[in-house]
């Protein structure tokens, strides 16, 4: 909810927020004022990583998480922290099952030593049961129902303000974090998702597009008519952990 206020500002401060109307993602001084708002206390943005998949999609052997794979001399998960400390989010939580949680406070403890603050939150029951799920959700992959949607609710308390949703158990070194994050700023939407292109969306799932809002998704469609997918990264505002669905689509 928006609320109408008065402000005095002097005549070169409006001058330089005038300059940030471009009339195509701002459109008016208010939302030029919003968005530079936005971004100056976004310096210290918020980030939840997911890792309530099954523990089989986890596990790569007994004795071993994808989280702690070593790339280059470094683990995903120290990898995945140190690109959102990068990007300016500095609030993070994660949502995980106790092993893995464990597993990350070993590496990374409380985030001090990197100049962020991260949150732990457990997720004890993540199981994928098809029985309590909407007819029209049989058909997603667990990445998107109990596993993310319903462990996202148990954060709903710390996000109060705009938050970015990252898989953990995927790597994205080469996206843009803050490509994904001004865009969803400049186009005051409830939530964006990070799209990328794939030239077998069978494996993936499919969207459709108008303009720039998502009218379509097809999961693992038999044959695809687009080459866009979704990606494990979204923005949130703070009302999607609020919403009833299972299903984070």
């Not at 005038?18 to 208010?30: H, K, Q, T």
């Not at 206390?41 to 070593?70: C, G, H, M, W, Y």
């Not at 954060?155 to 303000?161: F, G, I």
């Not at 990328?196 to 695809?224: A, C, M, N, W």
Request: hydrophobic share 35%; aromatic share 8%; with cysteine.
């Amino acid at each position: 909810m928006k609320e109408k206020i008065s402000i005095t500002v002097d005549k070169q401060t409006l001058k330089n927020v005038d300059s940030f109307v471009d009339r195509l993602f701002i459109r008016s001084r208010s939302q030029a004022i919003e968005v530079l708002l936005k971004n100056y206390l976004d310096k210290r943005k918020t980030a939840v990583i997911i890792l309530t998949a099954s523990d089989k999609r986890l596990k790569i052997d007994e004795n071993q998480e994808v989280p702690f794979v070593k790339i280059k001399g470094m683990t995903l998960i120290e990898r995945t922290i140190k690109k959102l400390r990068k990007n300016s989010f500095r609030d993070i939580y994660i949502i995980a099952r106790k092993r893995t949680l464990e597993g990350i406070f070993a590496l990374m403890k409380g985030g001090e030593q990197y100049g962020i603050k991260i949150n732990y939150i457990e997720e004890k029951d993540s199981s994928y049961k098809s029985a309590s799920l909407k007819s029209h959700e049989k058909h997603l992959p667990e990445t998107f129902l109990t596993g993310s949607a319903t462990a996202l609710k148990l954060a709903k308390k710390e996000l109060s303000r705009p938050f970015l949703v990252i898989f953990g158990d995927v790597f994205f070194d080469h996206i843009d974090l803050n490509d994904l994050w001004d865009f969803h700023i400049k186009n005051d939407a409830i939530s964006t998702l990070c799209l990328i292109t794939y030239k077998d969306p069978s494996k993936k799932g499919e969207v459709h597009l108008k303009g720039r809002k998502i009218i379509e998704f097809k999961q693992k469609p038999k044959k695809g008519e687009s080459i866009l997918v979704c990606s494990p990264l979204l923005s949130y505002e703070p009302e999607i952990p609020t919403q009833p669905e299972n299903s984070l689509k």
